[in-house]
């Protein structure tokens, strides 16, 4: 195992294989983001979601996938090419992996791959000389997803982050407030009826807690590009305050909680939520 991996495995305290194959993701996931960097994908990429929420500013839970946004559309861009040498750089720490870009099957400005490998000869790499359980089969595979937006809303604002390890590297993301309008559009828009992903509300809670504010000419590009708005429809601090109220209201919350209750360790937080719990606390939301 590499030492740049046995330090970051210190910040981990597994107690069983679950939290031990999260720990082994996430670490994962930092390698790609800095294997990104230094295939130079950050000159015209930017990095958002709840896994840049999680690793630059601390959310306390653990987030699947990893998000990515063109600074300004290009419809022809090639997520491949940045392939080499990513793949390159995450040898290079002793990890055993293929990427692969996802095949389009619709038209869409989403742009995915998945990084694969090995489940149980990457736990033995990171957790050297500790006896795993013969329940991990043989061919289960850990995948590590990314996404760009090779189309994205306007009027996102950018920021440079650094991390030092797996090794020292830069990353272009979004501001706290853009990162705010991304969720603020998923809690209304990433939904069927009454069910949504309690990992948004997890995560709204988060951004709220923090006294994040709201980039809201970004939210109201998000809304119109996803038709959840027109043009000339009200999205004033005051209008996103009534859709957000309006939303919380239908929201069943017994299913939000069972969404959201594996990716976290203090599922006793969740009991306090409520229509009105979402709506009080949505009223301190400020604009940026």
């Known amino acids: 195992m590499s030492a740049a991996i046995e330090q970051m495995l210190k910040r981990y305290h597994p107690q069983n294989i679950y939290e031990q194959k999260n720990a082994m993701k996430e670490i994962m996931q930092e390698i790609v983001l800095c294997g990104l960097s230094r295939a130079g994908f950050f000159k015209k990429a930017a990095f958002y979601g709840g896994t840049a929420l999680r690793i630059f500013y601390g959310l306390d839970r653990f987030s699947e996938d990893l998000d990515f946004s063109l600074e300004t559309p290009d419809l022809n861009f090639d997520l491949g090419a940045y392939f080499p040498v990513l793949e390159k750089e995450i040898r290079a720490f002793g990890l055993n992996v293929m990427i692969q870009e996802k095949q389009k099957t619709k038209d869409s400005n989403i742009r995915s791959a998945f990084l694969k490998g090995n489940t149980k000869e990457h736990l033995l790499l990171f957790y050297a000389g500790e006896k795993l359980t013969d329940s991990i089969p043989k061919n289960e595979v850990v995948k590590i997803k990314f996404e760009i937006d090779v189309n994205p809303p306007a009027f996102a604002v950018f920021e440079h982050k650094y991390r030092l390890l797996p090794a020292p590297y830069e990353v272009n993301m979004y501001d706290m407030p853009s990162l705010f309008a991304g969720k603020v559009h998923a809690v209304l828009c990433r939904a069927w009826q009454s069910r949504i992903k309690g990992r948004d509300l997890y995560d709204y809670v988060f951004y709220l807690s923090r006294g994040a504010a709201l980039n809201s000419r970004h939210l109201r590009a998000r809304l119109i590009d996803s038709g ?58 400020a604009e940026a």
């Open 228 to 285: 959840y708005i027109s043009e000339d429809a009200d999205c004033s601090l005051s209008g996103i305050k009534e859709m957000l109220c309006s939303r919380f209201d239908s929201i069943d919350y017994t299913q939000a909680k069972q969404d959201v209750e594996p990716f976290i360790q203090d599922v006793s937080s969740l009991d306090i939520w409520s229509a009105e719990f979402f709506k009080q606390i949505t009223m301190e939301m």
